[in-house]
């Protein structure tokens, strides 16, 4: 059932206007927000599943992305404290849930809105 299942939120800045270590600031900051609130279950860099030999940079994460697991009743207060948060960011948001997959990508406030109801949606069906 949704809402016994974790829901997996990967967020990805992308704006092409930052470069790596800006991206990395924004993924810093807002894992630290995340690691604060108790609605979340986890939160962690992702990992860079083929890192170029010899790499030490950034410890094997990739840039600019992070994943959060929150259960389906908290959902609703992380979509709030992201859209608060992200709220003019460029970013993309990949949704995972019982095996499914939704990919939104938002570059404005309103397209953000429409992404979290989107994955909402995606969620609940």
């Known amino acids: 059932m949704a809402d016994e299942c974790p829901i997996k939120l990967q ?26 609130l108790d609605e979340v279950e986890n939160v962690e860099r992702v990992r860079d ?31 709030g404290f992201l859209h608060d948060r992200l709220s003019g960011k460029i970013i993309e948001l990949h949704v995972e849930v019982n095996g499914k997959k939704l990919r939104v990508k938002a570059r404005s406030q309103a397209e953000l809105a429409a992404a979290i109801a989107a994955a909402q949606q995606f969620i609940a069906a």
């Open 49 to 79: 599943p083929n890192p170029p030999e010899g790499n030490k940079a950034l410890g094997g994460f990739l840039v600019g992305m992070l994943m959060a697991e929150v259960k389906f009743a908290n959902l609703r207060k992380l979509f």
């Open 11 to 36: 967020i990805a800045f992308n704006d092409p206007v930052l470069d790596d270590e800006e991206r990395e600031g924004e993924v810093q900051k807002l894992l630290n927000e995340l690691k604060q």
